[in-house]
């Protein structure tokens, strides 16, 4: 009777590793799109991303009618702003809920008591202040929540810059929640 247990867990194994190795692989494969894509001059720009950090209320009746804030991190890039509550994830990373709203992004805010001003650095060009803009989800993928997880949220992004200039293109972001 012992035989079987052991003959299941070689085979198992045998099926393509841990749940750690696999998670990190999807991760990894992930990781590889996190990015800004943005159209300037007729080329495109890539900004990579690390994540997006979201900070939910544990009072459910605030929570409710208060917008979740967030933060995206990236390789010079820094962004502030909200999530509307009615699509605000929440504590059971229902990432789903996000697809089809509008996120607002604002030139500064506050992140778990932290101030944060939205700024990005493209390539070859000094530092920019961002003072306002959106990002839309088109769709979320990935199976592993966490922030050693590869879940990831997808859409398009307008971005208002001091300068006056709108920059828009696509983005991929890894998405945590935190609260």
């Not at 035989?3 to 990894?28: F, H, I, M, W, Y």
């Not at 929570?63 to 890039?77: D, I, L, M, N, Q």
Request: net charge negative.
């Amino acid at each position: 009777m012992k035989r079987l247990p052991v003959a299941c867990l070689a085979l198992l194994a045998s099926c393509g590793g841990s749940t750690e190795e696999n998670a990190a692989k999807d991760r990894a494969a992930a990781a590889a799109t996190w990015a800004l894509v943005l159209r300037i001059d007729g080329a495109d720009a890539r900004v990579p991303l690390e994540v997006m950090n979201v900070l939910l209320l544990k009072d459910e009746d605030e929570a409710k009618a208060t917008p979740a804030v967030f933060e995206v991190r990236g390789s010079g890039v820094s962004l502030i702003g909200e999530i509307p509550a009615a699509s605000s994830p929440g504590y059971g990373e229902k990432w789903e809920k996000t697809v089809a709203a509008t996120l607002t992004i604002k030139a500064s805010g506050e992140f778990h008591g932290e101030g944060i001003d939205s700024k990005m650095m493209l390539p070859g060009k000094p530092e920019a202040a961002i003072m306002g803009g959106t990002m839309t989800v088109e769709g979320t993928s990935g199976k592993w929540a966490g922030s050693q997880g590869d879940r990831t949220l997808k859409g398009k992004v307008r971005l208002q810059m001091r300068d006056g200039q709108v920059l828009e293109g696509t983005f991929a972001v890894h998405a945590v929640t935190w609260g």
